[in-house]
């Protein structure tokens, strides 16, 4: 009989134990890009996912100087949007865009040669993604050259696209119709003193 109890005691024991530490696996408190717990990290993820292969599947439909900050951006759009966009001038729902940022070389004459990718970000447009009334249905993601989520946090790109809310929050949105159109690769200056995302 004390055995039994003993064991019974035992059993007890080590389930509290694991109850606990169960719980303490549950309980993250945010942190920066993810969700930590001591030395445990939890990947963030983002509905706005890193198209796989873009370079290959989506139009390399601009480049983007900006002499100021020494940044080109080189822009890509998926091709189902494209014959929309090219007949309607209007971006519709599922369109992807994606934009590279580079460090560029500046020549004497002021042009810019691309040298390190730095950044890629992503923006989606859906029916129904209302998140912000300034959103224009657009998600934004921010991801590294190997295809990494770095951040999702919509504040700073939707307080940037609201000034080009009337190009459906695109700035390249001249650009892109023209692409679409023509289907050749459009070269543009950035219309602002430096590079909108760095």
Known sequence: MKQHKWFVLLTLFISAIALVHLISLFSYRLSGNGYTQGNFAVAITSPVQFPVNYQQKFMHYATVDCPNSRI???????????????????VP????????TYSANQSDQGNLTPTQL????????????NIDPHSGEWQSAWYSPSGSLVSDNQGSCIGCHTRVRERDYVFTLP??????????????QTEFGSSVCQ
């Open 118 to 129: 730095n950044n890629i970000f992503i923006r989606e447009k859906r029916n129904g993604w």
């Open 72 to 90: 080109v951006r080189q822009m890509y759009v998926n091709h189902d949007s494209l014959d929309v966009v090219a007949t309607s001038e209007v």
């Open 175 to 188: 650009a892109l119709i023209a692409a679409a159109k023509t289907r050749q690769l459009q070269y543009q």
């Open 93 to 100: 729902s599922n369109t992807v865009i994606v934009m590279e």
